[in-house]
């Protein structure tokens, strides 16, 4: 054993620990009993095949059994078929894949896909390798480019005095090429690479093989089969260091690409079953033990889980015959023990004997803060998170030992049922392994995460030994041992720890004990009505004794002889040791739910919170501990004051990971509170916690939540404010972080203050003119400066299309239970640049507690490129977007058709954050809002005192540019004057940013605009008309539909019928110059464009279209109708030269075939080139009389004209704001042709990878 230079030995059992759950001393009687022949599905980010500890078990076998992402996030897209033509297929990318020789593919066919690295790339992992590409490939090769162009302009400067307009057009084309470059680093943004994929069926096996060269060169690629049949993975490259595996489904036509998508996933495994033979003191818990790596972190939403990962990935534990689940995931719920992912898991639990194991959560340290599943879930084993003193060493370098805590951030139960919420603890820290990505080979983590992990390989131990000795065990008995057996700490609160930290030697020793009972594999079910224990906590429950109707149920394992069931006749004794609670001394249970009375009564309870426990003995085998317990909690608070609404606490003295709980009854009319923190200790700074969290039916803890985590300075102070619901219990916790050294001492006051607003929220309509609202202080003297900012505007949409139908062979749950799906299908135009979040209102917040299985939405711009995607929690999934057109698909799951088709209309909606809030002017009088006078100012208002406010509408110019009736705007109402009064009456970014509310809400509701009126404010008088004959009318009315047909005609028959009969008729001329100018046969009609658009130029009087735009002012009294003609005419004009412009430029062009940007292989008319090359540039000086080159209607032109003179620099410019204009896939196409003819390949190879990103061949795949 290595020692240090003191003489100590180095603390290795300290950094994956195993000796304060007794493992260590387990595997020292039976090391044999490592996890042998258990298997451990592993849901989280994914594991990495080849991280150290993640190769064999200890008896030799593959330590990961499979590899799946059940997320969908890693999906491909491979239904299109392609055949090979010269030993090599075109890829979707656009490049040239040569297929190896010694490939076996029969049929000949590949299927073909694509996918950008960075979609599956784990987000450090791409923040790493973007850095490392724009260091290696960007920066290098455009720091030259921008040197050579500099360089040029500076000698073309010195080298010219004077200007000619040529040489001015050169310098132009210099100093475009430096700005162009500077605008390409500014706008500089990383692609990522992109890999073509390719499958095929060999004759015996589907194989894929992805483009990692990203070059075409498939002979330096790997071809893998799915994981399960060989345990084949490869890797991206030595840079990425990213290991990959794949699965192939559906025939071939999809292809999965399995990524780890966080060091999370494989962190777990480490600790649960790593296995090192050379350095045994790194193994994991159950280092025998094999692992079912699935992944359910979602790489598109950041490794958020989501029910259709969950779900796939409790049918492939149930297929497999996994032993053990860890989940070291979670997130709160609104509802224990509901929603469908629930359902599924209890049934994996119940029905097939999967032990699941679940971490608690890492929200404490109030009370009822666990998490779901973890504990809220009955069927599932929580874990809290435990540190000893040897962890504190090793894993964290503290100066000194403290005693075994909990850490201060472990989720702290009761569940809002009235379970316990914590089952176990266990060490909540480990330097374990993590993916080779990360470029290291261990890493510190913390967390309940690293808790249930730590658990599920002590669990995973004890079955392996009962396996080895063919000793029968269910969930129910495992769960019960574990309970039994765990050691409590006294220091440490029943919430917090729950049972006690997991003991595995105890634990298997009492199975070993018990195995013979009747009850060893029996499972009971207690209810409470619709809860799962007795939970008193406000103060309507405080006010007398309450009796409590207990069910209690045996629940046999699934497959039990029914001879069990009849047989079955328990004689219990019931105990409990509280004084407060009394219940009946026995009870014979058979196979039937058997009622009992419990009743509590609170009298005489000093405040805080108190727990006890019913438990069942059986009078049979007394020494086996209680075969159920019935979890009761009693939480009093404390009344204030009214003469002062405070509490008041000095010298408070703290040790470290010392937590003071104080349950106070909120005053009713309550709105806020205020907390003052002042250290009276001068010799060292602490941290502290200061954690508050009321609880109403129906709502998650975080919905009412606030927390701070501070650094409290010597002698220093902290003030913060948070709302408060009145007449509700609410828990204020101060706590001293676990691992601040020294002891100190502290004041803390927390006051209430309430100014309440009438009504609730504030719903104003823009037609009603005036909204008002009351103001009232309830508990003493407020300063009141009432205040509405609008920061949203919302938009409803409602689904174009609704497709239900079945998914495939990974969504079908056990007896053959089919999952559907529903595709919704919206779309929306963003007026402007903004930031955006879409939503689905009524799925939002559910996860867990869903009756849907999954949601999910993703959003695509025009060209079906994806933008980004989200689910149940809108606010962590806003997307900045550009002006455009968007889609949006959201997919929802059920195993009902008939659910889902409930759905087809439902709405959706994106709301669009104001760049500038808007804020509404408030008054205190009607007659002020009526007449715009006075504004509101702040005033102070005497407890009791109501005041009345009135807000009036928006002007319609301040309304968003396309927000319209249909939509709202919405914000908040901010009451109090005070700096802590507006902080506490803002929407607060809970943890984790999940449930961001406004305190006060504003909807604002929108009506249409009022009519416009046609030149400007005054109605034109109508002067009376030379009455038309009917016939002229008609004869009109033919031309003009004539020529509307006339695009659509590929003819020239009713333009050689019209002319004749209206030969000065300008939108005649200008739609047969429209007619010729198309895309079709365009190339072969150059010279007739040119003469049509000569022949539009000559019918336009440009002298007096010269002299009118000259006009500063029009008196005349027709000058609207003057105005329309001339804007008409400048447009022809300004259309017909640019089109006579591009025709002669794409003429010069076809000289030039090499520089073929927009080059045609069709002939056309010969011409002297050099009469061609005149013409062209009188148009180009002429057009520049009318417009500027950067008008969008003469962008095109401009372009050309820079191409045909080689200036590509500013052809660029050009082309790029063409992209900018119409971001169609030629345009970018033109840009990359520009790039490359400049030498700028940095540039080209960035854009290039673009392309397929920016236009995929269809929508990603759910």
């Not at 209607?1193 to 004209?1201: C, I």
């Amino acid at each position: 054993m290595a020692s240090c230079s003191n003489g100590e030995p180095y603390p290795f059992h300290g950094l994956l620990p195993k000796k304060e759950t007794g493992a260590t001393s387990f595997l020292a009687r039976y090391p044999e009993y490592d996890g042998r022949g258990i298997l451990i599905g592993i849901l989280d980010t994914g594991v990495d095949p080849g991280a150290p500890g993640m190769q064999i078990t200890s008896d030799g076998k593959p330590k990961i059994v499979d590899i799946i992402d059940t997320t969908g996030s890693g999906d491909v897209l491979t239904s299109a078929v392609v055949e090979t033509k010269d030993g090599a297929v075109l890829g979707l990318s656009g490049r040239t894949l040569k297929i190896p020789m010694d490939w076996t593919n029969p049929s000949g066919k590949y299927h073909i896909g694509i996918k950008n690295g960075y979609d599956f790339y784990p987000k450090a992992l791409k923040e790493r390798i973007q850095k490392e590409r724009k260091e290696k490939l960007w920066d290098p090769a455009h720091r030259a480019a921008v040197a050579d162009a500099c360089r040029k302009l500076e000698e073309f400067d010195s080298t010219h005095t004077t200007l000619s307009q040529a040489d001015k057009l050169l310098k132009e084309e210099y100093q475009t090429q430096v700005d162009l470059l500077a605008a390409l680093e500014k706008k500089y943004s990383d692609p990522g690479p992109v890999y073509d994929c390719l499958v095929w069926h060999d004759g015996e096996t589907w194989r894929a093989c992805i483009d990692t060269t990203e070059s075409g060169e498939l002979a330096n690629c790997n071809v893998l089969r799915s994981f399960k049949e060989a345990r084949e993975f490869a890797s991206l490259g030595t840079s990425e260091m990213l290991n990959y595996s794949i699965n192939i489904y559906d025939d071939g036509n999809l292809l999965c690409i399995v990524t780890s998508g966080g060091a999370h996933g494989t962190h777990v495994a480490s600790i649960a079953a790593g296995f090192f033979p050379e350095e045994p003191e790194r193994n994991g818990v159950a280092p025998g033990a094999q692992i079912l790596a699935l992944k359910i972190g979602d790489t598109r939403l950041n490794t958020m889980e989501t029910g259709t990962g969950l779900i796939r990935a409790m049918i492939e534990a149930v297929k497999y015959n996994c032993d053990l689940v860890n989940y070291s995931y979670g997130e709160v719920t609104h509802c224990p023990n509901s929603g469908r992912i629930c359902e599924v898991i209890n049934e994996a639990v119940w029905k097939h004997n999967i032990i699941f194991v679940s971490s608690a959560g890492n929200n404490g340290p109030c009370l009822s803060t666990v998490g779901c599943p973890g504990g809220t879930t009955s069927g599932v084993i929580g874990v809290g998170a435990y540190v000893s003193p040897d962890m504190m060493v090793a894993e964290y370098s503290l100066r000194e030992k403290l005693p075994a805590n909990q850490y201060t951030w472990s989720s702290r139960g009761p569940s809002t049922d009235g379970s316990l919420g914590v089952s176990i603890s266990a060490p909540g820290g480990a330097i374990a392994s993590v993916p080779n990505w990360t470029l290291r080979g261990t890493q510190l983590m913390n967390g309940t995460s690293m808790s249930s992990p730590n658990a599920c390989g002590g669990i995973a131990l004890v079955l392996s030994g009962l396996k080895a000795n063919e000793i029968r065990y269910t969930v129910h008995s495992v769960r019960r041992a574990l309970e039994n057996t765990a050691v409590k700490a006294d220091n440490i609160e029943v919430f917090a720890q729950g049972h006690g930290v997991i003991q595995v030697d105890k634990a298997y020793d009492y199975l070993i004990q018990n195995a013979s009972l009747q009850t060893n594999n029996l499972g009971f079910t207690i209810t409470v009505g619709n809860n799962h224990g007795i939970y008193l906590r406000e103060p309507v429950q405080l006010a007398a004794s309450s009796d409590f109707g207990v069910g209690i149920e045996p629940f046999f394992p699934e497959n039990s002889d029914n001879s069990e069931r009849i047989q079955l006749q328990l004689h219990l004794a019931l105990t409990c040791s509280a004084s407060w609670v009394q219940c009946p001394s026995h009870l014979e249970l058979m196979n039937q739910c058997r009622h009992i009375n419990v009743r509590v009564d609170p009298h005489g309870l000093r405040e805080g919170v108190h727990y006890a426990e019913v438990c069942a003995y059986d009078i049979t085998a007394h020494n086996a501990g209680p075969l159920f317990r019935i979890p009761i909690t009693v939480v009093v608070p404390v009344r204030l004051n009214e003469a002062d609404f405070e509490l008041q606490y000095n010298q408070v003295h703290f040790k470290p990971g010392h937590i003071r709980r104080h349950f106070i009854e909120v005053p009713q009319g309550a709105t806020w509170a205020e907390v003052t923190v002042l250290a009276r200790s001068s010799e060292a700074s602490s941290k502290f916690v200061l954690h508050a969290v009321q609880l109403i039916r129906q709502k998650a803890y975080r919905s009412h939540e606030f927390y701070k985590f501070s650094s409290l300075q010597e002698k220093g102070s902290l003030t913060e404010a948070f709302p408060v619901l009145a007449g509700s219990t609410l828990e204020f916790c101060i706590a001293r972080w676990w691992a601040s050294l020294s002891d100190v001492d502290v004041d803390y006051r927390i006051s209430f203050h309430g100014v309440i607003c009438s009504p609730t929220s504030l719903q104003i309509h823009a037609s009603e003119g005036v909204t008002r609202f009351d103001i009232r202080s309830t508990l003493r003297f407020e300063d009141v400066s009432p205040s509405i900012n609008l920061k949203t505007w919302i938009q409803t949409l409602r689904p174009l299309s609704a497709k239900p139908r079945p998914l495939g062979s990974r969504d079908v749950l056990p007896n053959n239970r089919q999952l559907y799906e529903m595709v919704l299908t919206y779309s929306f135009h963003q007026p402007k640049s903004g930031e955006v979040t879409p939503s689905c209102p009524l799925l939002c917040e559910l996860l867990y507690d869903s009756e849907f299985d999954s949601q999910l939405w993703m959003l695509f711009d025009q060209n079906k490129r994806l933008m980004g995607s989200g689910d149940a929690y809108p606010h962590q999934y806003s997307l900045k977007l550009e002006k455009g057109d968007y889609t949006v698909r959201l997919q929802v799951r059920h195993d009902q058709m008939t659910e889902l088709e409930r759905l087809k209309d439902l709405p959706f909606i994106i709301s669009h954050r104001l760049s500038n809030g808007l804020s509404l002017d408030i008054y205190e009088t009607h007659s002020n809002a009526l007449l715009g006078k006075k504004k509101a100012n702040s005033l102070t208002l005497p407890p009791n005192c109501t005041q009345p406010f009135f807000v009036t509408s928006l002007a319609d110019d301040k309304i968003p540019k396309g927000a319209g009736p249909g939509c709202y705007l919405s914000g908040t109402l901010i009451l109090s004057k005070t700096e802590l009064g507006k902080k506490a009456g803002q929407a607060a970014a809970k943890r984790q940013g999940k449930f961001k509310k406004d305190i006060i809400s504003v909807h604002y509701h929108l009506i249409p605009p009022p009519a416009k009126l046609k030149n400007g404010n005054k109605e034109k008088e109508k002067e009376p008309e030379k009455e038309k004959d009917v016939k002229e009318e008609f004869a009109e009315a033919m031309r003009d539909l004539k020529i509307q047909w006339m695009t659509k005609l590929d003819s020239s028959y009713l333009f050689d019928e019209l002319k004749d009969t209206f030969p000065n008729h300008l939108p005649l001329y200008t739609t047969r110059l429209h007619q010729l100018d198309t895309e079709k046969e365009r190339m072969k009609r150059l010279d007739e464009i040119v003469a049509a658009a000569d022949t539009v130029i000559q019918h336009i009087d440009q002298t007096s279209l010269a002299v009118y735009l000259a006009m500063k002012t029009d008196p005349r009294p027709d000058a609207a109708t003057v105005k329309v003609e001339m804007d008409k005419q400048k447009s022809s004009l300004i259309d017909a030269l640019c089109r006579k412009g591009c025709a002669l430029a794409d003429k010069l062009l076809q000289l030039q075939p090499q520089e073929g940007a927009v080059s045609s292989t069709e002939t056309v008319p010969e011409d002297n080139p050099e009469s061609c090359f005149n013409i062209l540039t009188d148009v180009f000086w002429e057009i520049q009389k009318w417009a500027e080159l950067s008008d969008n209607k003469v962008l095109l032109f401009a372009y050309k004209h820079a191409l045909v003179n080689k200036m590509y620099g500013r052809a660029l410019k050009f082309a790029t704001k063409l992209v900018e204009d119409k971001p169609v896939k030629e345009n970018w196409k033109n840009c990359l042709q520009l790039l490359k003819l400049l030498g700028w390949s940095h540039c080209a190879s960035f854009t290039e990878n673009w392309l397929p990103v920016m236009y995929p061949p269809d929508y990603t795949v759910f």
